[in-house]
């Protein structure tokens, strides 16, 4: 009986499954092997040998380099900020009665948003060329400050705008999750902790945030998922020449080997991607670690 | 501490709108005696929970003065009370085991009252011998049975040795045995540790059980206080001795005719001092005497065997039950062949109440209060 439901069980999981093989599983060990393939050509579809010659052609590429470095910056600071921000907001709309609504809806809006679109507000306000300042100029040179150009400026300028629009990006979705985990709780824990006499702040350490850790967790990997693969942002920012912009990122670096200027390399893009992968997934097993001490599940 | 509920009134707004909200408690007055358990009853709904929340400050009184000893703490914030609760659920933390969930109040005091670790462990330990859950203080709630949970519950909200222990129905989920060991326990650490109780319940019997003073409250009114025994042989009302007692008292359409109570065409007792009338007439199952000499004639339905008691289940056309229940010694079954019983009643197991408002009229040589 039980071998018959099983059987039952594989028949209907095997559409998904023919699937997941098809366009999942085949890609990636194809991958694989286009990384170990030693001068590939695309033209003959021809390469000279197995190895690991493309893996340290790409650790040695200062593209490259640069691209793991901006990207790694970008996670460290983009994922606690936004996560961090989010909690705030998402806490301040729980607390309101009136409006929450519309607050609610407001703070959506990003997410909705195209971003190219966001990333054309984004030059209006930061650009600055030789006859205009942007929005932002205005209010740094109104308060006493030097005009900076964020866009094609110094390097930390431009990390720094490419920061704040990623979590400007993220943050509605963000604020949307953390905004129902919140209102989840059942409020009979915060009576019985009031009664006993909690300080916000200790109810908010000990039983809020526990509470909602399941969804926080959620975030926090899928955050730093989302940050490694940054590519589309930093192009509606500046442009498709990342690397002469030093603002390119992994995905991109990826992107550039296949399609870009100083594309046609598919050995080198799958060995990044290769890279990419395991940098991803060690972070995720660590996040996994760290979650089992501190994330509750009911 | 002595508690002092004056005029308390609780009306929540309406929703939308301006209708009239909804009105859970209603001019309350009363006076918790330090030391006390008292028992607050009344049906579902009776804005007993409400009661509770105003006194532990969760909820703000719409009019009505609370006390605490002779300090006013009706604008006092919750936090600052010193008052434990066990709520109708538990509402124990269920991240936390069981050990932090008993420390986490004490974790909340300040400067001179801030303790050690060893000093909380110790007062955890000393509550948890009392609740006795020793040996479960490294789990969560969630590995614990009902009981369990509500010991711990307890535990909680003693710890901190708080001035008031207010429980919102603490045994509504456990099953029967349970329910009678568990409401025993907490007679006993509330003899053992005197602190001023107030136990919420729906359920008479256990309000009558364990405590020093009954509150029977319908609609956010108070209906009746006092002794549980002062209150079940003495009910103000009609719902009050409807309310008390299990089983329920009989309720019969009965009448006042030269002082003699009628029902249906019997005569059953002389009420001396009662106007003449139709009345309602409560009779206690215990306040049946089987005698065939005996007033009050019924149809024998059953007789179901009770151990020492035995209970006669017969029908009367007056009652307003199907059935009316009569409990006698077992020594005087009726005979098989028996189909009409016939009851003589003792009279301090008869009330008379008003058909229109309830009201209680009492009857007795000489004496005569009406309502
Ligand atoms: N927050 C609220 N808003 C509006 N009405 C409420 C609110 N809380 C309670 N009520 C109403 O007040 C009345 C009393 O409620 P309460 O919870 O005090 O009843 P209870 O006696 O504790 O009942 P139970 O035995 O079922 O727990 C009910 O009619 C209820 O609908
Ligand atoms: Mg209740």
Same mark, same amino acid.
């Given at each position: 009986?039980?071998?018959?439901?099983?059987?039952?069980?594989?028949?209907?999981?095997?559409?998904?499954?023919?699937?997941?093989?098809?366009?999942?599983?085949?890609?990636?060990?194809?991958?694989?092997?286009?990384?170990?393939?030693?001068?590939?050509?695309?033209?003959?579809?021809?390469?000279?040998?197995?190895?690991?010659?493309?893996?340290?052609?790409?650790?040695?590429?200062?593209?490259?380099?640069?691209?793991?470095?901006?990207?790694?910056?970008?996670?460290?600071?983009?994922?606690?900020?936004?996560?961090?921000?989010?909690?705030?907001?998402?806490?301040?709309?729980?607390?309101?009665?009136?409006?929450?609504?519309?607050?609610?809806?407001?703070?959506?809006?990003?997410?909705?948003?195209?971003?190219?679109?966001?990333?054309?507000?984004?030059?209006?306000?930061?650009?600055?060329?030789?006859?205009?300042?942007?929005?932002?100029?205005?209010?740094?040179?109104?308060?006493?400050?030097?005009?900076?150009?964020?866009?094609?400026?110094?390097?930390?300028?431009?990390?720094?705008?490419?920061?704040?629009?990623?979590?400007?990006?993220?943050?509605?979705?963000?604020?949307?999750?953390?905004?129902?985990?919140?209102?989840?709780?059942?409020?009979?824990?915060?009576?019985?902790?009031?009664?006993?006499?909690?300080?916000?702040?200790?109810?908010?350490?000990?039983?809020?945030?526990?509470?909602?850790?399941?969804?926080?967790?959620?975030?926090?990997?899928?955050?730093?998922?989302?940050?490694?693969?940054?590519?589309?942002?930093?192009?509606?920012?500046?442009?498709?020449?990342?690397?002469?912009?030093?603002?390119?990122?992994?995905?991109?670096?990826?992107?550039?080997?296949?399609?870009?200027?100083?594309?046609?390399?598919?050995?080198?893009?799958?060995?990044?991607?290769?890279?990419?992968?395991?940098?991803?997934?060690?972070?995720?097993?660590?996040?996994?670690?760290?979650?089992?001490?501190?994330?509750?599940?009911? | 501490? @002595?508690?002092?509920?004056?005029?308390? /009134?609780?009306?929540?707004?309406?929703?939308?709108? =301006?209708?009239?909200?909804? /009105?859970?408690? =209603?001019?309350?007055?009363?006076?918790?005696?330090?030391?006390?358990?008292?028992? &607050?009853?009344?049906?579902?709904?009776?804005? @007993?929970?409400?009661?509770?929340?105003?006194?532990?400050?969760?909820?703000?009184?719409?009019?009505?003065?609370?006390?605490?000893?002779?300090?006013?703490?009706?604008?006092?914030?919750?936090?600052?009370?010193?008052?434990?609760?066990?709520?109708?659920?538990?509402?124990?933390?269920?991240?936390?085991?069981?050990?932090?969930?008993?420390?986490?109040?004490?974790?909340?005091?300040?400067?001179?009252?801030?303790?050690?670790?060893?000093?909380? @462990?110790?007062?955890?330990?000393?509550?948890?011998?009392?609740?006795?859950?020793?040996?479960?203080?490294? %789990?969560?709630?969630?590995? &614990?049975?009902?009981?369990? !949970?509500?010991?711990?519950?307890?535990?909680?909200?003693?710890?901190? /040795?708080?001035?008031?222990?207010?429980?919102?129905?603490?045994?509504?989920?456990?099953?029967?045995?349970?329910?009678?060991?568990?409401?025993?326990?907490?007679?006993?650490? !509330?003899?053992?540790?005197?602190?001023?109780?107030?136990?919420?319940?729906?359920?008479?019997?256990?309000?009558?059980?364990?405590?020093?003073?009954?509150?029977?409250? =319908?609609?956010?009114?108070?209906? !009746?206080?006092? =002794?549980? !025994?002062?209150?079940?042989?003495?009910?103000?009302?009609?719902?009050?001795?409807?309310?008390?007692?299990?089983?329920?008292?009989?309720?019969?359409?009965?009448?006042?005719?030269?002082?003699?109570?009628?029902?249906?065409?019997?005569?059953?007792?002389?009420?001396?001092? $009662? %106007?003449?009338?139709?009345?309602?007439?409560?009779?206690?199952?215990?306040?049946?005497?089987?005698? @065939?000499?005996?007033?009050?004639?019924?149809?024998?339905?059953?007789?179901?065997?009770?151990? %020492?008691?035995?209970?006669?289940?017969?029908?009367?056309?007056?009652?307003? $039950?199907?059935?009316?229940?009569?409990?006698?010694?077992?020594?005087?079954?009726? $005979?098989?062949?028996?189909?009409?019983?016939?009851?003589?009643? +003792?009279?301090?197991?008869?009330?008379?109440?008003?058909?229109?408002?309830?009201?209680?009229? +009492?009857?007795?040589?000489? %004496?005569?209060?009406?309502?």
């Amino acid at each position: 009986m039980i071998e018959k439901n099983n059987l039952k069980a594989w028949l209907y999981l095997l559409p998904a499954l023919l699937f997941m093989i098809v366009f999942m599983v085949y890609p990636i060990v194809d991958v694989f092997v286009y990384s170990m393939e030693e001068g590939y050509n695309f033209v003959s579809q021809r390469s000279s040998g197995l190895g690991l010659y493309n893996f340290s052609y790409v650790l040695h590429d200062t593209y490259f380099l640069q691209a793991v470095k901006n990207t790694f910056i970008m996670v460290i600071i983009t994922v606690p900020i936004s996560t961090g921000f989010a909690l705030l907001i998402a806490l301040a709309l729980n607390s309101i009665q009136k409006l929450r609504e519309l607050f609610q809806t407001i703070y959506f809006l990003p997410y909705v948003t195209n971003t190219l679109a966001v990333g054309l507000v984004f030059m209006v306000l930061f650009k600055k060329t030789a006859y205009s300042d942007g929005l932002v100029n205005l209010l740094i040179t109104f308060f006493g400050g030097e005009s900076v150009d964020f866009i094609d400026g110094p390097y930390w300028a431009k990390m720094f705008v490419m920061c704040f629009y990623i979590i400007w990006i993220v943050l509605p979705f963000k604020v949307l999750l953390l905004t129902s985990a919140l209102a989840s709780v059942n409020k009979m824990y915060y009576n019985a902790a009031k009664v006993d006499g909690t300080g916000s702040f200790r109810v908010f350490t000990k039983i809020t945030l526990p509470m909602i850790s399941p969804t926080v967790f959620y975030l926090v990997i899928t955050g730093f998922i989302g940050a490694f693969k940054e590519y589309s942002d930093a192009v509606a920012l500046f442009g498709t020449d990342l690397n002469a912009a030093g603002m390119n990122t992994i995905v991109g670096y990826v992107y550039d080997m296949l399609y870009g200027d100083s594309g046609g390399y598919p050995s080198f893009a799958s060995a990044a991607a290769i890279i990419l992968f395991v940098i991803v997934l060690t972070i995720t097993c660590i996040n996994l670690l760290v979650s089992k001490k501190h994330v509750y599940y009911s | 501490m @002595k508690v002092v509920l004056d005029g308390l /009134t609780k009306i929540f707004p309406p929703r939308i709108g =301006k209708g009239k909200g909804v /009105t859970a408690v =209603k001019d309350f007055t009363f006076v918790i005696p330090d030391g006390t358990l008292v028992a &607050l009853l009344g049906p579902s709904g009776c804005g @007993k929970s409400t009661m509770l929340n105003m006194i532990c400050g969760l909820e703000k009184p719409t009019e009505g003065k609370i006390f605490f000893g002779n300090d006013d703490v009706t604008d006092l914030p919750s936090e600052l009370r010193g008052v434990g609760m066990v709520f109708q659920n538990y509402a124990l933390y269920p991240h936390m085991t069981v050990y932090n969930n008993i420390i986490f109040p004490l974790g909340n005091l300040k400067g001179e009252e801030k303790l050690t670790k060893e000093q909380m @462990k110790e007062k955890a330990d000393k509550v948890a011998s009392l609740v006795q859950i020793e040996e479960l203080m490294a %789990r969560k709630p969630g590995e &614990l049975s009902g009981g369990q !949970q509500q010991r711990v519950a307890i535990a909680r909200a003693l710890v901190k /040795t708080p001035r008031l222990l207010l429980m919102d129905e603490p045994l509504s989920n456990l099953d029967a045995r349970l329910r009678l060991q568990t409401r025993e326990e907490i007679r006993r650490i !509330q003899r053992e540790t005197g602190v001023t109780t107030i136990f919420v319940t729906h359920d008479q019997e256990e309000a009558m059980s364990i405590s020093d003073v009954i509150v029977v409250m =319908k609609d956010g009114e108070l209906h !009746q206080c006092g =002794k549980p !025994q002062e209150v079940y042989d003495d009910p103000s009302n009609l719902f009050v001795a409807k309310f008390l007692g299990t089983p329920a008292i009989n309720i019969f359409e009965g009448r006042v005719e030269k002082e003699k109570l009628m029902i249906g065409d019997d005569t059953v007792l002389d009420v001396q001092g $009662a %106007r003449d009338g139709a009345v309602i007439v409560g009779i206690r199952p215990e306040g049946f005497i089987y005698d @065939k000499d005996g007033g009050l004639k019924c149809a024998l339905d059953r007789v179901e065997v009770m151990g %020492r008691d035995i209970s006669i289940v017969s029908k009367n056309p007056a009652c307003e $039950a199907p059935v009316v229940r009569s409990i006698i010694d077992s020594d005087e079954r009726p $005979a098989d062949d028996v189909t009409t019983v016939s009851f003589k009643l +003792r009279p301090n197991k008869v009330h008379l109440f008003e058909p229109e408002t309830g009201a209680r009229i +009492r009857f007795g040589k000489g %004496r005569r209060i009406d309502g």
